[in-house]
């Protein structure tokens, strides 16, 4: 190889050389960082951005409120305690008494088997007071309808019976009546039909007061057109006896 060649091939590898290193010097010269400008340079690869983390946002107050479970029992200004709230209201009070629909009142219990309520022959007769529609399925006032199926201890006197020998049934009135023993209550709501689990003696001509405790029915029994009978009594018990 000449002198001349080998000057030629020396500025070859020069200007490859140049080409090599050349763009890097121009990217460096325009990074951020060179530019002036307020960039910070993150190696992704070595330090990752932190996790953000989001905070659960408050619901306003009402919504608050509105979620919250409710009491299961409120007190009224009286002192009681709500029971029920309607349909109808039910109201206990500090001596035990339950107020219902804020005028009727039992006089205690629970509606169980182990604690009847103690019912009031006011509440019974409180049903003729808005019986407008006798045909009607609803007839009965729904401080009435939610006696139906509880168990309730109830005092009044039987109705007269001809017969002599022990009964299993019998009609229990809130009322002495007339010494007839055909003779009608005053008043429909004012009798309860009683069946007893075993058969007791009525004596012919003596005044029964009885406390009875069964399982209480409230329901329309008609015939011909005729109200034949609203409330009912099964698988009773005499709890205390007295007779005149």
């Known amino acids: 190889m000449g002198i001349r060649a080998f000057w030629i091939l020396l500025a070859v590898v020069a200007l490859a050389a140049a080409a090599l290193v050349y763009p890097r010097t121009k990217a460096k010269a325009q990074t951020p960082a060179d530019s002036g400008a307020d960039f910070t340079v993150v190696d992704i690869a070595k330090d990752p951005a932190p996790e953000v983390v989001s905070t659960p946002v408050a619901l ?20 009681g305690i709500v029971e029920q709230e309607r349909d109808p209201r039910l109201v206990r009070m500090p001596d035990g008494s339950l107020i219902v629909d804020h005028y009727f009142r039992i006089a205690g219990g629970k509606g169980t088997a182990d604690d009847p309520y103690q019912l009031q022959w006011e509440l019974l007769l409180s049903a003729q007071r808005n019986f407008d529609e006798p045909t009607a399925e609803n007839a009965l006032p729904k401080h009435i309808q939610f006696l139906d199926g509880k168990f309730v201890v109830l005092n009044g006197v039987t109705v007269r019976s001809a017969e002599t020998g022990p009964a299993a049934e019998f009609v229990l009135t809130d009322m002495q009546m007339d010494n007839c023993p055909v003779c009608k209550a005053r008043s429909i709501f004012a009798t309860v039909a009683v069946k007893l689990k075993s058969a007791e003696r009525m004596e012919r001509g003596a005044l029964n007061t009885y406390t009875v405790r069964g399982h209480f029915r409230a329901a329309l029994v008609r015939d011909n057109g005729f109200l034949l009978g609203v409330y009912f009594l099964d698988d009773g018990e005499i709890v205390s006896r007295t007779r005149q």
């Open 60 to 79: 306003p107050v009402e919504h608050q409120q509105a979620l919250a479970p409710k009491p299961a029992q409120l007190k009224p200004d009286n002192g």
